[in-house]
């Protein structure tokens, strides 16, 4: 029997010799998320969404009716992570925390990233975010996640990234991943992303800079998921700061 590792390395190797970098900072900057197409393989997606029972992989579990957050449940892994997970992280650090070096360079706001996943790790950790964040979402017919922000504490990586682990259309129906972004004295703007199995959606956390009439100013971003009308979808999230 294979082990959960073996077809991460297979698969995954150098992300970043793949990724179109170019045109990720560029849909990033217009609209504050991209997307990444077949960034994992189908096998790799089924082995993950497996690992939701075992919760021996997990620190703990949310059932978010019982907070307000929508329908559906979600689990926090634990350390150490799933290799895959760790090379995810590690590996897209880098390119994104170029980027949002920029942005709050553009947006006045004084803090810089780290190049190194590990160092940035180091510093939410002194300042107390020591809880692992990257998380596995399950969700059944009616479910649905409401706009939110995947804050945690001080220390705020601007950008995160989800991939679909299950099929549209064969494992569940709905289950639109939705974007929303709040410009002052204007309505909300939506954004829907189309995501098919192994897609990930690279996309602002909090805020973005937007270049208006009078310079750049912030705008604020909200993410969720739209009502799964049927079957059962399973999310992978991975965020790059960690939680008090």
Known sequence: MKTFEEPGAQHLGDPLSVLDWPLIERELDDVGATTVRGLLSAQECRLMAELYPRDAHFRSR???GRHGFGRGEYKYFSYPLP???QRLRADLYPRLASIANRWNEAM??????PEVHADYLQRCHAAGQMR???LLLQYATGD?????QDLYGEQVFPLQVAILL???GEDFCGGEFVLTEQRPRMQSRPEVVSLQQGDAVVFAVHHRPVRGAHGIYRVNMRHGVSRIRSGHRHTLGIIFHDAT
């Open 166 to 168: 299950s099929r549209p």
């Open 108 to 113: 006045a706001i004084e803090t810089r990233y």
């Open 132 to 134: 692992p964040t990257p």
């Open 83 to 85: 290799p895959l997970i």
């Open 144 to 148: 649905y996640n409401c706009l939110h």
């Open 62 to 64: 949310v059932v978010m």
